[in-house]
């Protein structure tokens, strides 16, 4: 893995927090992006090297909105670029970590994207991203 590519962070409306995070990080969003497979709205954000997504739920059967309702709002994953999508899946298969998606699917921001289960991971939803070029 290269480095994170973005942090997740859950949201119960996604034009408030947008704005709030205007304010706190002092940039404004760069791009906002429906990703119906996943059933969110995403908003973006970057400050300096790093990037920040926005997720709130278009529906009761997202992921966002379970853990809403479960956790409320806050960090909900921590993304990882990779080179090759396909060679770390099945790396971390190998590693016996337990992968929510048998190909790679399509993320926002022109990525492809794959989640690890949290329970492998010290209670932290991870995702791979590799830029679709
Ligand atoms: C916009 C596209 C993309 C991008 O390009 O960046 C995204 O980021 S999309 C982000 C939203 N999509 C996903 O999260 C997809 C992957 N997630 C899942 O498949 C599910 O959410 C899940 C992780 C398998 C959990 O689903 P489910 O088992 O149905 O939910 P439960 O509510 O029953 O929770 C079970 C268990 O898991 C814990 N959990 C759930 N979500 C998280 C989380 N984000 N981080 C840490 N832990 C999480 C939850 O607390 C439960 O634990 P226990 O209470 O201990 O059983
Ligand atoms: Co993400």
């Known amino acids: 893995m290269k480095k994170i590519e973005h942090i997740g962070i859950a949201v119960k409306n996604l034009d408030e927090s947008c704005n709030l995070y205007e304010r706190l990080l002092g940039v404004e969003c760069y791009k906002k992006e429906f990703v119906a497979s996943e059933s969110v709205n995403t908003a973006f954000f970057r400050t300096g090297e790093n990037k920040i997504e926005l997720l709130s739920a278009t529906d009761e059967n997202s992921p966002i909105a379970k853990f809403l309702d479960r956790k409320g709002e806050g960090i909900h994953h921590i993304a990882f670029d990779v080179a090759d999508i396909r060679v770390e899946m099945k790396r971390l298969r190998d590693e016996g970590f337990v992968l929510l998606n048998d ?25 791979l991203c590799q830029e679709i070029k």
């Open 103 to 127: 190909e790679p699917k399509l993320g926002a921001d022109h990525k492809l994207v794959c989640f690890v289960h949290p329970k492998g991971t010290n209670g932290v939803l991870v995702e």
